[in-house]
């Protein structure tokens, strides 16, 4: 029993701008770090666009899953550069108080 580990595949972001609710998806397998910022079947891109997400597997390029696949790190930073964006979007001026 001491051999049991349990390794977390999925965080629910609450509090997105524009959305209920985003996921935080561990893709690949559970011995990488490799995360994707999903909503429903739409991924964060770098560029914060959600893009669509190719179904099955095999029809997403390199190029897509170099723009929607993060280090848990980097997927933090992500959503967090998407919050603020869309906050700035919201209200431009805010940043200058």
Not at 13 to 19: A, C, D, F, L, Q
Not at 28 to 39: E, G, P, Y
Not at 49 to 74: A, L, M, N, Q, V
Request: glycine fraction near 2%.
């Amino acid at each position: 029993m001491s051999d049991i580990k349990f390794i977390p595949s999925v965080y629910v972001i609450t509090n997105v701008p524009g959305r209920p609710y985003c996921r935080l998806e561990r893709r690949d397998d559970i011995h990488r770090d490799v995360w994707a910022i999903v909503d429903s079947s739409f991924n964060l891109a770098r560029d914060n666009i959600w893009e669509w997400e190719p179904s099955p597997s095999g029809c997403r390029d390199k190029e897509f899953i170099s723009r929607t696949r993060y280090t848990f790190d980097e997927a933090e930073q992500q959503i967090l550069k998407y919050v603020i964006a869309i906050a700035r979007a919201a209200d431009p001026l805010a940043e200058m108080e």
